[in-house]
């Protein structure tokens, strides 16, 4: 598949992602100003929402360079889903969209993933996925906020690699891939 490289790939941590649309990205953010006054709370940058497909966590080059070297095996159609719920997850601390009825292309485009990822000798983890949009962390409530569903749509895989910064971690796109049409 045809990729496009930002920047060098060098060591570090990194997951796969999909990225809102600038319309998916508006409404999630008109719903963000919803979310409790909570002075402890964390809220993700505009600029940092994704939709986390596989983390890979701390990788080195040839880690990278052999996941690379896989992944001109995937293919996927444009994703087309709707987040419909605003929820509180207790373990991790956070407020995230979440699916009724996530799409099967999306489950696909997972599996290929991981796949890549064990070829590459990179461990991840064997949780089930669970497709969320984080949209804030250092939550403490559970919360009961009726929303508009969010239609988000994505037509490319982006490589993200996470980078620590005063202002928190920040998400850097390194590499995207359009979506296919086979
Ligand atoms: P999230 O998907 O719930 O927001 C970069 O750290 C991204 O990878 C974050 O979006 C984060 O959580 C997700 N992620 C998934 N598993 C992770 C893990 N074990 N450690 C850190 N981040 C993880």
Known sequence: MNSQQNTPLTPGRYFFALSPDTSSRMQIQHIMKRLPE???LKLQTTANLHQTLLFLGQLDQQQLNALLKQTDSIRFPAIDMQFDHLSY???PKIFCLTSRAPSSELYNLVNQLEHIASQADIKVDVKPYLPHIT???KASE???VPIAPVNFKAEQLVLMKSVSTDHGPQYQ????WPVTAD
Do not use: T
Not at 173 to 176: E, F, G, L, S
């Open 38 to 40: 909570d002075p402890s």
């Open 173 to 176: 796109p390194v590499m995207h």
């Open 89 to 91: 997850w207790d373990g």
């Open 135 to 137: 949209l804030a962390r």
């Open 142 to 144: 559970s919360l009961d």
